[in-house]
T-cell receptor, first 112, second 112 residues
Framework: DQQVKQNSPSLSVQEGRISILNCDYT??????FLWYKKYPAEGPTFLIS?????DKNEDGRFTVFLNKSAKHLSLHIVPSQPGDSAVYFC???????????FGTGTSLTVIP | DVKVTQSSRYLVKRTGEKVFLECVQD?????MFWYRQDPGLGLRLIYF???????EKGDIPEGYSVSREKKERFSLILESASTNQTSMYLC???????????FGPGTRLTVL
């Protein structure tokens, strides 16, 4: 049973515009959330995280928003750049747990 | 810089062969993980280890085993490879229960 879901397999955005990637989860006990970026033939690289005590975390062009009541998080990339084209995975865990639960990924294409 | 390395980037094996995938990390991670990534399914956890000689099953352990004789090395073993084990295999390490997992570059395994 998929506890973390990314319902959009793909997204295309014009360079310079905002990219919004969405993620939903079912387990209300999750309290730590992360976004990873993956290029083809490479391992995922960590992008940004947020704990459940916050509703927003920002790092440069990347902002993650968490809505605990809706069990929803989103990643905003502003402005989008062609180098951002990759597959983005969201992941969730219990803060004291070892296992990360990953979504199925969203393939972002930023069009120059 | 954190380094997680995997012994092969690409591997082709025949059905029924025993396959070893090796992962080495140089950051003294207590925890190490093996995932497989398949289109539309995201990253699924096969096994993880939180200490030398310790292992825990993930979500899809069937057909796999693991070995962790030294802290820096975590091996994934396919006892008798089958075509449905054709996949991208990703190893990750993590220190303690705080922060992200660091991934290796992945091994693309094809079983013919």
């Amino acid at each position: 049973d998929q506890q973390v879901k990314q319902n959009s397999p793909s997204l295309s955005v014009q360079e310079g515009r905002i990219s919004i990637l969405n993620c939903d989860y079912t387990n209300s006990m999750f309290d730590y959330f992360l976004w990873y970026k993956k290029y083809p033939a490479e391992g995922p690289t960590f992008l940004i995280s947020i704990s459940s005590i916050k509703d927003k975390n920002e790092d440069g062009r990347f902002t993650v928003f968490l809505n605990k009541s809706a069990k929803h998080l989103s990643l905003h990339i502003v402005p989008s750049q062609p180098g951002d084209s990759a597959v983005y995975f969201c992941a969730a865990s219990l803060y004291t747990g070892n296992q990360f639960y990953f979504g199925t990924g969203t393939s972002l294409t930023v069009i120059p | 810089d954190v380094k997680v390395t995997q012994s092969s980037r690409y591997l082709v094996k025949r059905t029924g062969e025993k396959v070893f995938l090796e992962c080495v990390q140089d950051m003294d991670h207590e925890n190490m993980f093996w995932y497989r990534q398949d289109p539309g399914l995201g990253l699924r956890l096969i096994y993880f280890s939180y200490d030398v000689k310790m292992k825990e099953k993930g979500d899809i352990p069937e057909g796999y085993s693991v070995s962790r004789e030294k802290k820096e090395r975590f091996s994934l073993i396919l006892e008798s490879a089958s075509t449905n084990q054709t996949s991208m295999y990703l190893c990750a390490g993590r220190s303690g229960l705080d922060g992200e997992q660091f991934f290796g570059p992945g091994t693309r395994l094809t079983v013919l």
